[in-house]
């Protein structure tokens, strides 16, 4: 599975911004996909992610309310609405795919892409 992400950039707080992945590979086995970030001097963590099977989601409580996840599964893309951004919100955006095959999980990376927002 490759994974690459695009639109990040540098926007003012309180701006909305739009991430996308776009998967290719076999696609067919991703189960589950993600957002991961990574501020300046610290780790990754996960934002949001979205389950194959039934689309549902799970929120980082920092980013629930003002960010939204989704897939195009015609597309094997996924998107990150990002609303309300603010200063913290700055880092790299990761995109993140599980597969499974023969009971073992795998991941996939994206190469990242910056996401600043200035207050």
């Known amino acids: 599975v490759q994974l690459v992400e695009s639109g990040g950039g540098l926007v003012q707080a309180g701006d909305s911004l739009r991430l996308s992945c776009a998967a290719s590979g076999s696609t067919f086995s991703i189960n589950a996909m993600g957002w991961y970030r990574q501020p300046p001097g610290k780790q990754r963590g996960l934002v949001a992610h979205i389950m194959s099977g039934d689309g549902s989601t799970n929120y980082a409580d920092s980013v629930k309310g003002r960010f939204t996840i989704s897939r195009d599964n015609a597309k094997n893309t996924m998107y990150l609405q990002m609303n309300s951004l603010k200063s913290e919100d700055t880092a790299v955006y990761y995109c993140?795919?599980?597969?499974?095959?023969?009971?073992?999980?795998?991941?996939?990376w994206g190469q990242g892409t910056q996401v600043t927002v200035s207050s």
């Open positions: 993140n795919a599980l597969t499974r095959a023969w009971g073992v999980m795998y991941t996939y």
